[in-house]
């Protein structure tokens, strides 16, 4: 029997607004172990709604769903046991927004999904390819809250799930509540786990830490590494860049699913009501058990040239092997690159930096933009704000091509395709801070 035909609806026509218990009991009974319901126009959701609704214009509310992983498949420090489980939960929660929406179709109420991962909208890299963020619209939904790691902890199952999304065309009875507590404990595992120092003890996060090597071979990793096979002028000068074990793994990732390299901040993490049972009884024998696995593992640990990854590696991990390489985030527009310097701002070597930096872009793509580096912090705003120690005026096009390494600088500099009025070497000095 299917589930569409097991299904609590039995109207020919949806009522509106739907029964919310109804529709927790069919995603509970299509394999969800948890579920939550949002509105559309929930505030939590400002920054999120127009892009749900460009791709769901019927959207009225969103079903917020969780599946559980095996988490002693997450925490075996052989990568492959754990990414067969992330592969086979994505598969199911795939399988599970499928059999919910296809079962309200069923009952003539519009619903779709987008994918749990992938596959996402790779026309739009390097931007935003994600159709729905579920973490964002989990939260909302009363599934959890935000840890240290940047993963959503679930109160009961901890951090061993993983979110996914439908969009239908009904508004609810009743909609979910945030949860009012964060079962993260700030336990500080994920910062000791972590190869690359992506997690900070104080909150930091750097992005680009994590996903040079978690996301080796994804999206940007994987240009990086056509680029190395298009550069080798023959198989032994690749070889003298890939190692064989390399390539068989990048084989393995294209023919069976792309692989992550550490997700260690998951495996280690003890919060959620079945999961802290052995790290409260015992916290010495957890660390030793659990978390000092991953920090002894001989591995390869990938990180861009001149990033706070690079010196926090060789310092807190000798044993492990460092290599350098690109990680493909190469912004397409100033746009792109204002956005992307968020995310690759290196707060350690920006110790000692205090400067105000003008932005003024020309020619097909104009803007003006701020951006503030004092006290290993780092902050972008639009406009023309305060006294700049540096003023760059650039044409838009010369700079994204000088950013993706396609222009040099003094070319542009002789041209007057870029501009500068103040100290140059503080650009050297933001240069350090924004490794690509």
């Known amino acids: 029997m299917t589930i569409a035909s097991q299904s609590p609806f039995r109207v020919e026509a949806p009522p509106a607004p739907l029964d919310e218990a109804r529709l927790r009991e069919l995603a509970l009974r299509a394999g969800a172990a948890d579920v939550g319901f949002v509105d559309i126009d929930d505030p939590a959701l400002d920054d999120q709604r127009a892009d749900i609704l460009s791709a769901f214009p019927f959207a009225r509310s969103l079903i917020s769903f969780v599946v559980r992983m095996n988490k002693e498949n997450i925490r075996s420090p052989a990568r492959s046991v754990a990414n067969v489980e992330f592969h086979r939960a994505g598969d199911e929660a795939d399988e599970i927004?499928?059999?919910?929406?296809?079962?309200?179709?069923?009952?003539?109420?519009?619903?779709?999904?987008?994918?749990?991962?992938?596959?996402?909208?790779?026309?739009?890299?390097?931007?935003?390819?994600?159709?729905?963020?579920?973490?964002?619209?989990?939260?909302?939904?009363?599934?959890?809250?935000?840890?240290?790691?940047?993963?959503?902890?679930h109160p009961q199952f901890g951090n061993f799930?993983?979110?996914?999304?439908?969009?239908?065309?009904?508004?609810?009875?009743?909609?979910?509540?945030?949860?009012?507590f964060n079962p993260c404990m700030e336990c500080k595992l994920c910062?000791?786990?972590?190869?690359?120092?992506?997690?900070?003890?104080?909150?930091?996060?750097?992005?680009?830490?994590c996903y040079t090597h978690n996301y080796r071979e994804f999206m940007g990793g994987f240009s990086d590494w056509v680029e190395t096979i298009a550069d080798a002028k023959d198989s032994r000068r690749y070889r003298q860049k890939v190692s064989d074990a390399e390539t068989i793994s990048w084989w393995q990732s294209l023919a069976y699913g792309p692989n992550y390299k550490a997700a260690y901040c998951l495996a280690v993490c003890p919060a959620g009501e079945d999961v802290?049972?052995?790290?409260?009884?015992?916290?010495?024998?957890?660390?030793?058990?659990?978390?000092?696995?991953?920090?002894?593992?001989?591995?390869?640990?990938?990180?861009?040239?001149?990033?706070?990854?690079?010196?926090y590696v060789a310092k807190r991990f000798p044993h492990k092997r460092l290599k350098r390489i690109?990680?493909?985030?190469?912004?397409?527009?100033?746009?792109?690159?204002?956005?992307?310097?968020?995310?690759?701002?290196?707060?350690?070597?920006?110790?000692?930096?205090?400067?105000?930096?003008?932005?003024?872009?020309?020619?097909?793509?104009?803007?003006?933009?701020?951006?503030?580096?004092?006290?290993?912090?780092?902050?972008?705003?639009?406009?023309?704000?305060?006294?700049?120690?540096?003023?760059?005026?650039?044409?838009?096009?010369?700079?994204?091509?000088?950013?993706?390494?396609?222009?040099?600088?003094?070319?542009?500099?002789?041209?007057?395709?870029?501009?500068?009025?103040?100290?140059?070497?503080?650009?050297?000095?933001?240069?350090?801070?924004?490794?690509?």
């Open 191 to 209: 910062v000791a786990a972590c190869p690359t120092g992506a997690i900070a003890p104080d909150g930091h996060f750097d992005f680009s830490a």
């Open 326 to 436: 690109g990680n493909g985030l190469r912004p397409a527009s100033v746009t792109g690159f204002l956005a992307s310097i968020r995310f690759l701002f290196q707060c350690e070597r920006a110790g000692g930096l205090n400067a105000i930096y003008h932005f003024v872009f020309t020619g097909a793509q104009q803007r003006r933009a701020t951006v503030t580096i004092a006290n290993k912090s780092l902050r972008v705003e639009d406009g023309l704000i305060g006294k700049a120690d540096l003023a760059l005026t650039a044409d838009a096009d010369t700079w994204v091509r000088f950013l993706r390494k396609e222009a040099s600088l003094p070319w542009a500099l002789l041209r007057r395709k870029i501009k500068l009025r103040g100290d140059p070497r503080l650009l050297l000095a933001f240069g350090r801070c924004f490794p690509l």
């Open 276 to 311: 802290i049972g052995p790290y409260r009884a015992d916290q010495k024998n957890f660390r030793a058990e659990i978390v000092k696995p991953f920090r002894q593992k001989e591995e390869t640990i990938y990180v861009t040239p001149g990033s706070d990854a690079e010196d």
């Open 161 to 180: 799930i993983l979110l996914a999304t439908v969009a239908i065309d009904l508004e609810l009875t009743r909609y979910s509540q945030p949860i009012d």
């Open 97 to 153: 927004a499928h059999r919910i929406a296809s079962a309200l179709e069923g009952c003539g109420i519009r619903a779709a999904y987008p994918a749990m991962a992938f596959p996402m909208e790779a026309s739009k890299w390097p931007g935003k390819m994600w159709v729905i963020a579920h973490k964002p619209v989990a939260i909302a939904a009363g599934l959890g809250r935000m840890g240290l790691h940047r993963n959503v902890i």
